[in-house]
């Protein structure tokens, strides 16, 4: 168990990544696969900022690519399907999600051998869709997956909990996430009006239904300075 209250850097936190990977690899030496680490948090968390900074420590660290991020938004429904569903307005809910997809491309990459390659979806912040085949896992033996409803422990998404061989919280305080998120907005082309209603009326809903699972994670985690603290 970590020690709370404590200030860590990124390449502490990769270390032990790598650390969870070698625990890994020696209990499933028999089935080999990969090391999956979850970053959960809510909405404009930092959860991508911190996946990317782990992935780059790891992998300079390593002196090649060892790890790779599978971001859980490469499963987010296309514009057309969610339109088609009545959902567009509530684009970012749990359920505007291919979570059955997410779940089994997680398994495939967390079970199959390394060197396969496996593509894996991203998603374009100016296209607003996802994008098929964004990263392409081959080589790299850990994967960093990160999103909103990883913890979550109803519904559909209660599958991903188990894949999770280590998962973090990313935690922040939520007049930051609403400035964050209503900036993020109006650069994706929203009015201000209308990037204030989105985070009152979606993304804040979501951020509550995210913090609900807080407490099932491995370690929690806060951006202090240049670096992060253990809460
Ligand atoms: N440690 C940080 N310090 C300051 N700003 C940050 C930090 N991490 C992320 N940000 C900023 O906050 C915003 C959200 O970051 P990021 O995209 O990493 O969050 P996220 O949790 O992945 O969001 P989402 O759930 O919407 O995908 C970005 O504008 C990013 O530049
Ligand atoms: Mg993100």
Do not use: C
């Amino acid at each position: 168990m970590a020690r709370t209250g404590v200030e860590t850097s990124l390449s502490e936190l990769a270390a032990r990544a790598a650390d969870a990977a070698v625990a890994r690899r020696r209990l499933r030496a028999a089935d080999g696969g990969r090391l999956v680490l979850g970053i959960a948090g809510p909405p404009g968390a930092g959860k991508s900022t911190l996946a990317r900074g782990v992935r780059d420590e790891l992998n300079l660290y390593a002196g090649t690519r060892i790890a790779e991020v599978a971001p859980m938004d490469g499963f987010h429904l296309s514009n057309a399907q969610l339109r088609d569903a009545g959902k567009l307005a509530r684009k970012g809910e749990p359920d505007t999600f291919d979570v059955a997809g997410y779940i089994e491309l997680l398994r495939r990459v967390r079970e199959a051998e390394p060197g396969q390659p496996i593509p894996w979806p991203t998603y374009s912040r100016e296209l607003h869709e996802p994008v098929p085949g964004g990263v392409v896992f081959d080589h790299q033996t850990i994967v960093v997956t990160e999103g909103n409803y990883l913890l979550l422990d109803s519904g559909e998404w209660a599958a991903v909990r188990p894949l999770l061989d280590e998962t973090w919280y990313l935690d922040v305080p939520r007049p930051i996430i609403e400035k964050r998120l209503v900036r993020r907005h109006i650069r994706g082309g929203r009015s201000a009006a209308d990037a204030k209603s989105k985070v009152e009326h979606s993304d804040l809903r979501n951020a509550r239904l995210v913090e609900r699972t807080r407490f099932s994670a491995d370690l929690v985690l806060r951006k202090s300075g240049r670096g992060y603290r253990i809460d």
